[in-house]
């Protein structure tokens, strides 16, 4: 191996560079480096954390990168939604991190809003902020599907004299309800600080998923919903039922070598701790990173695992002495 150039060594993709699932490829790079003889070498790209890292990694352009949310790499081995007419049926997983994510809609509590019906029946102008709906754009494509299963025609918003407003970070939609720029926003990252501010800050309403609703995700995406229980945001004493986003999926295709396959298992199984304890600091209720990480929890992934990876979690279940 050259470890003075870049020829062998493992190309990672996580997200823009400040966030978790760079942290995440840092903890495999680690390990590899770590569990290697020859100390293999890492290369981390940035990247966005959706789409883009899915197709790179099929493309063969990154041998490992990490998406969230996990179930949307099923979306692009299967050519639907935001993939549709690009499959990438090469697509495979060596595990997910446990992360507990929701896509929700909050509305400003003065407006006579409570449900997504009342969003589309709304004969005002609504000034909604969302994610970006590029065909990489998890984000977008997650708050379109939501307000979708509601019957919300965003052209219809718009021919009513109201806006679309499209971000690239989750932040930005929720600073645009928070800051009076927004009426409505569908956002994620739920166990941020800054959907407690929101809360607590502004007069707001969160908007649940009705049965039908989540029944429409279900047959038309084959996507679930989460709970999110009474008070787990300031002054929302009910319960919310949303879009499930949850889970930072670790994807390879299956010409992956079986030996860094089965490395990559073996991190999920034998050192999880070491990740989980740069977030243990945080309640683990509004932590991004759901612990602590259990191999058998995360090898039941939305896609097929690699072949090698299957083994690995298969064998280390097997075993008595794996806790």
Sequence with gaps: MDNGGTKDRLRFRADWGGANLLRAAGWLSQWIWDSTDEHRLSVIHTGRGMGDNLSAVAAGEVDIAFATPASFAR?????????????????????????????????????????????????GPLRISLGVNDPDGFMGFGADIVLAAGGVDLDQIVRRGGTITRHEQPFDAIDDLREGRADLMVSEAIMTPDWQALATEQDVRFLSLT?????????????????????????????????????????????????IATLVARAFIEHGEAFARSYRHLPVDYSPLRYPIDFRIASRTSIPLHPAAATAYDRASSNPEVV
């Design 75 to 123: 979306l692009a081995r299967e050519g639907v939604g935001p993939f549709a007419g690009r499959p990438l049926p090469n697509l495979v997983a060596l595990g997910a991190l446990p992360h507990r994510d929701a896509m929700i809609p909050v509305v400003r509590a003065e407006l006579p809003i409570s449900t997504l019906a009342d969003v589309a029946s709304y004969d």
């Design 211 to 259: 049965p039908a609703e989540a029944q429409h995700l279900d047959e038309q995406w084959g996507l679930g919903t989460i709970d999110i229980a009474p008070g787990y945001f300031p002054g929302a004493d009910y319960p919310v039922v949303a879009l499930d986003y949850s889970d930072w999926i670790c994807a390879a295709t299956s010409d992956l070598d079986p030996e």
